[in-house]
Structure formats: C-alpha cells, structure tokens
T-cell receptor
C-alpha cells in the first residue's frame, strides 16, 4: 500500500517559533509537494521538489522554506511562525513519469498562538 | 495562469438523492489534465479520476459519473443515489504541461453532506 506519512497530525506553536513539518513517502516518488488548505481557498501550493536537493516555489512561498536531502523526505520549515500561518498543511508525492496523480498524507494541522 | 472554480461551497442532500458537483476551469494550454479528489473527515485526499484534454468521453464508475465538456470548460461530477459515506469535501484540480511535471491547481472545494 502506498504511503505518505506526515510527522505530526496536530501542532500548537507560539508566534516566532521555528516549526518543522516532516513528510516521508515510501513509493520512491521523484516529485514531492507541500500544500496549504484553508476554508474557502482550497489547496494552495507552497513549494515543490522534482528531485533531491531541488526545490521550486509554488504560489505562496513567503514565510516558508523547504529541504529535500533524501528522496523520500521533504520538510517544510516555518522560520518564524506567525498567526496567519495557522492552517492545515498537506504533503503529497507523485511519480515523474506517472499520470500526475498525487498521493497525499493525512495532513498536519498547525495552530500558531 | 490556470484557475479552477467550484462555485458550490456547500451542498446538503438526503440519502438516495442524486447530486452534481460543478467544476469550471481556465487555461490557455491545449494539453491539460483534470482531476477529482475526495477528502473524507479523516483528512487524506483520495484520487478519484483523471481526464486529459483530448478525451471528452464521459465516464461512469459505479455510482460516480463525470461529464467533461471543453466547449464550456467544465468537468462536472455526479453521484447517483448518494450515501452517507459520500459525505466529504470534493476538490477539482487542473494540471497543464507534460504529465509527471508541474503542479496541480485546485479549486476551492465543495463540502457535500449526505443526511440519512
């Protein structure tokens, strides 16, 4: 069974804290993505990566950075969390030569106080 | 730029009713792919279907059917004889360019509630 695992389902952080969201996939996918989900706005792409050590900005990269040191792992970093980053964060992966179908993790709900 | 619009924010039906979820997309590319995903209360988005821009054939899978019309830039999703287990958030998404690369652009999502 294909699996995308996000390290934390629920996190509560304080403004200004550094936050790490981890995502691991076991399907040997080349592509990995971080989306943010907010009511009424759908899913918006933050960053994505086509290969190890490669990254590209999505639609809303401000305030975020990413790291992809290994093929199976893609981390989202909030250098200094702010209240407007309270959201559901979804990690996804896909094959480069596949049909474009994304496989998603269960999501990490982050609350910044 | 690409855009996906799901005008229906929330839909509420009673079990066994048919329900159609609307999706309208915008792109200048001639090669593109359209997707539907389901997000149940557990949170994990589940892939339902993919269509490419060259294939306007409608598709039926059990109680699910999809109507793709390039003339109106729409890719609507119908659930026949809805069930409580169909309650979820449904997302329509668009991808342009070669398969395997590029990002999916999602619509705002439609919350479907099926009452017993």
């Amino acid at each position: 069974d294909v699996k995308v695992t996000q390290s934390s389902r629920y996190l509560v952080k304080r403004t200004g804290e550094k936050v790490f969201l981890e995502c691991v996939q076991d399907m040997d996918h080349e592509n990995m993505f971080w989306y943010r989900q907010d009511p009424g706005l759908g899913l918006r792409l933050i960053y994505f990566s086509y290969d190890v050590k490669m990254k590209e900005k999505g639609d809303i990269p401000e305030g975020y950075s990413v790291s992809r040191e290994k093929k199976e792992r893609f981390s989202l970093i909030l250098e200094s969390a702010s209240t407007n980053q309270t959201s559901m964060y979804l990690c996804a992966s896909s094959f480069r030569e596949g049909v474009g179908e994304l496989f998603f993790g269960e999501g990490s709900r982050l609350t910044v106080l | 730029a690409q855009k996906v619009t799901q005008a229906q924010t929330e839909i509420s039906v009673v079990e066994k009713e048919d329900v159609t979820l609307d999706c309208v997309y915008e792109t200048r590319d001639t090669t593109y792919y359209l997707f539907w995903y389901k997000q149940p209360p557990s949170g994990e988005l589940v892939f339902l279907i993919r269509r490419n821009s060259f294939d306007e054939q409608n598709e039926i899978s059990g109680r699910y059917s999809w109507n793709f019309q390039k003339s109106t830039s729409s890719f609507n999703f119908t659930i026949t004889a809805s069930q409580v287990v169909d309650s979820a958030v449904y997302f329509c998404a668009l991808k342009v360019g070669p398969i395997g690369y590029g990002k999916l652009t999602f619509g705002q999502g439609t919350i479907l509630t099926v009452h017993p």
